[in-house]
């Protein structure tokens, strides 16, 4: 017990160095970079994709795709592509706040905030279609989806990379009809159309 008193004493005192002013002395540079935590990279994901979800898609030629960032980070879309398999758009070096959603327009996406994409080169008809997200523009790896949505039919192109992942169960699609203007997530998980 003793010589654990006395090196927690000697610990003490090599901490508390006086500087005869009556005052303490900061420990040097040298050892607050020794001891120091290295700072967070949370901000970069190049290659992962896994903080976001698809959680709406706006329907027809005005259409839009909703990826939320869905963790209390920030988070880049670098690396990231939005697919209908086998065709990608690339998305850009954009850091989307937590719990925040980013826009991919087909359009010029004139009414949404957050638009990151215009013009993208995907289909979005009311009555049919997919969408996924992927970490590669390689949409045949099961490794590399992220989301994915179908609805109207099943099954699409990317259907079965998105079983494989298990981010699909075979034979299931969202609901929607010809007239449908949007397809979103509700609370309890379900896809839903109006």
């Known amino acids: 017990m003793l010589a654990l008193s006395i090196g927690i004493l000697a610990l003490f005192a090599a901490c508390d160095d006086d500087d005869g002013d009556g005052g303490t002395t900061t420990p040097d540079a040298t050892r607050t970079e020794e001891t120091s935590v290295p700072v967070s ?17 706006g329907l027809g030629d005005d ?20 697919c209908q398999p086998p065709n990608c758009v690339a998305l850009p070096d954009e850091e989307v706040p937590p719990e925040t959603v980013a826009y991919v327009a087909v359009a010029g996406g ?26 590669e523009d390689d949409t045949s790896d099961s490794e590399k989806i992220r989301s994915y949505l179908q609805w109207g039919s099943d099954p699409h192109e990317g259907t079965t990379v998105a079983i494989e992942a298990g981010l699909w169960i075979e034979g299931s699609y969202a609901p929607t009809s010809d007239a449908a203007i949007r397809l979103f997530r509700s609370e309890e998980g379900l896809w839903l159309f109006e």
């Open 63 to 82: 259409g839009w795709v909703a990826l939320r960032n869905y963790t209390d980070e920030p988070a880049s879309l670098l690396g990231l592509f939005l």
């Open 41 to 57: 990279t949370s901000t970069v994901f190049p290659d992962n994709g896994f903080q976001f979800e698809i959680n709406e898609v």
């Open 110 to 135: 004139e009414d949404l905030d957050n638009v990151v994409v215009t013009d993208a080169d995907v289909t979005l008809a009311p009555a049919d279609g997919e969408i996924a997200l992927f970490s």
